[in-house]
C-alpha cells in the first residue's frame, strides 16, 4: 500500500523519519530483515530514500525492562541498497542544485536521551542539539536544507536558522482522528508522549512555521505503537499514513 502511494504522488525524494520497528530486537530476524530490504528496494524505486533512526530503532524490551541496543550494523547494511542513504549526523546533496538532506542521530545515547531523561529540555541541549550545530555550520544559507529529525520535541527552542525544512515523526499524528481536523487548530495534537502525560501540546502535528522562509512539518508515523494498536478505538480512528511535502519556488 505505501509503495502504490508513493508511486501514485511521484516524489522527487522520500524521507523516513524513523521507528522503522517497535522493537530494535526484530533486526536479529533475518527474515523481518530480508523483509525490510525487500521494502526499502522497493521504495528506492520509486524515489531517493533519505532514513533517520527512532528511538524504537535503538531500543528493545528485555524482562519488562527498557534496554538499548546498537543497531548501527544493520542500518549500514542498508547503505548498501542503491539509492538509499541512511543519515548518521551528516549532510547529503541531492541530484538537485542547491538542495541538501541532513540527518540527526543519536545512537547509543538514545535510552539515556529518550527512556532515563524522558527528553527533557536540559538533556535536548546535551544529547541532541550539538549533532545539529554541527551539521548547520557545514551548510550554505543560500541553499535549501532539509533537516531529517526524529523527535520535534524542543526543536523549536533554538533557531534552526540554515535549515529551510525540518521533517520529523515521533509523535504518532497526536493520536488525533482525522474528525478533529476541523475542530482543532492544525498544529495541535492531543497527545503529547511522554510520562508526564500532556494533553494539546503543540507541535504534535502539521504546519509550524519557524521564521519568513521556513516551515517544519511533524509527520505520522506508518504503525502505532504495540502498546495501543489493539485498541477499539484507536484501530477506528488512527489513520497512519504518508506527509505530502510540495515546496514551490516563491520567484
Known sequence: MLIDKACKTNPH?????GDLVEDANVFNDRHIKGIIFDFFRALT????????RGDHDL????????KSLNSDAFFKNLNNISNLHVLFNESKETSFPN???????IGRNTYQYYYFHKE???SYFYYVSPYIVNMERNLSMDDFNILCIHS???SFDRELSNFSLVISGHMHN???PNFFNSILPSNFGIIYPSTNLKLFSRYSRGLVKLDIEAHGFICPPINMSAKFSGNCLVKKFYKPGVSYINVKSQK
Not at 59 to 66: A, G, V
Open 13 to 17: 525524494i522520500i524521507c523516513f523519519v
Open 45 to 52: 524505486s520509486v524515489a531517493p530514500v533519505y532514513v533517520v
Open 59 to 66: 531500543l528493545t524490551m528485555e524482562d519488562k525492562k527498557c
Open 99 to 105: 538542495v541538501s538532506v541532513s540527518g540527526q542521530d
Open 120 to 122: 527533557s529540555l536540559e
Open 152 to 154: 520535534p520535541t524542543h
Open 174 to 176: 497526536g493520536g488525533l
